[in-house]
């Protein structure tokens, strides 16, 4: 899944988690929430269910946000991963300006 926001914005993610028939089910402990590139900061809940993600000032272009939690409600462990690709774009511009080239002689 894919998901842009300009970088004068923000959004709050939260996950889903279906069982094989597409109930809503449930994780064991609380999911971690990880983001490969530092154009985006997460600051996920303390559930771990939901995180909010802002674009950082480092610049634009592509970040993957993952999610991990433990499907297995016992003893064990068995990891589920869910993955965003998260575009930070320009926002609207905001100023116009007028630049020049350096001045030449006139033939």
């Given at each position: 899944m894919a998901f842009t926001l300009t970088e004068d914005?923000?959004?709050?993610?939260k996950i889903n988690p279906k069982s094989r028939s597409g109930a809503t089910a449930t994780v064991d402990g609380v999911p971690v929430w990880t983001v490969?590139?530092?154009?985006?900061?997460?600051?996920?809940?303390a559930d771990g269910l939901s995180c909010g993600i802002v674009p950082s000032d480092t610049?634009?272009?592509n970040a993957q946000v993952k999610v991990e939690a433990d499907a297995d409600l016992g003893a064990g462990v068995r990891p589920l991963i869910g993955i965003l690709d998260v575009t930070i774009a320009a926002g609207e511009a905001v100023t116009l300006s007028i630049d020049a080239d350096a001045a030449t002689p006139r033939p």
């Open positions: 914005q923000q959004t709050n993610l490969d590139n530092p154009i985006l900061t997460l600051t996920p809940a610049g634009l272009g």
